[in-house]
């Protein structure tokens, strides 16, 4: 299968998906740290997540549908930043959202889903529609003309997948089973929590753990 990964720049996926024999690219602003730049779109996530197959029909004047397009991708996983939207930046929200970034954030994260067979992000303002609802209405609206549920499919953990630690990650599905666990093991730690400050704790903090990244490739592939 084709696959895209967007807002990948550590490429953890895009290589669990390779190692399975599929066509897997990601997707970013940002150089790869990955290793694999040969893999990696540099480039704005829409132009390419426009492909989706999955999700974007495609009909003739008659009204019939047409064949996916061969260059378009069979599955899209998406990983939106969560700067704007997690709970543990909830001590910036009022001024992010006097910035115009946490609107940005919900657009993007919206606009990212429509397209999406998957979208994960931590716990935060996209798991429940009540904070949006009182602070932006007008994209809590928009977002159920989409049809988005606000609560996730599932809420997946590192050490469901073989990772000692904690970090609750909620995932939105559309036509993909819910994740199951590989590898339960010891250890509730929150080591991602713990890491002293930095020019890239941020980029730290969001990469996906190699379990979380294999069990993907393993059932959605």
Wanted: some cysteine; charged content about 25%; aromatic content about 12%.
């Amino acid at each position: 299968m084709k696959i895209l990964i967007g807002c990948e720049e550590s490429q953890a996926v895009t290589k669990a998906f390779r190692e399975k024999g599929h066509e897997a690219y990601s997707c970013d602003l940002l150089p790869c740290s990955g290793g694999h730049p040969e893999w990696h779109l540099k480039r704005d996530l829409f132009p390419e997540i426009y492909k989706s197959n999955f999700c974007v029909k495609t009909y003739d004047g008659n009204g019939y549908l047409l064949p996916n397009d061969p260059d378009g991708y069979d599955r899209v996983i998406c990983f939106p930043p969560c700067t704007d939207l997690a709970v543990s930046g909830a001590r910036w929200f009022e001024v992010k959202r006097k910035s115009g970034e946490q609107r940005k954030s919900i657009e993007f994260f919206l606009d990212v889903w429509y397209y999406s067979n998957a979208v994960e992000n931590p716990i935060g303002v996209m798991n429940s529609g009540s904070y949006v609802k009182k602070h932006f209405p007008d994209l809590y609206e928009a977002a159920k003309l989409i049809g988005f549920p606000w609560k996730p499919t599932q809420i997946i953990q590192p050490w469901q997948f073989g990772h000692g630690e904690t970090k609750a990650t909620c995932l939105w599905l559309k036509g993909l089973p819910p994740l199951k666990p590989t590898n339960i093991v010891e250890g509730r730690e929150q080591k991602i929590w713990k890491m002293p400050p930095s020019a890239d704790r941020g980029a730290l903090r969001s990469k996906t753990y190699e379990g979380i990244a294999k069990a993907m490739a393993e059932q959605w592939g």
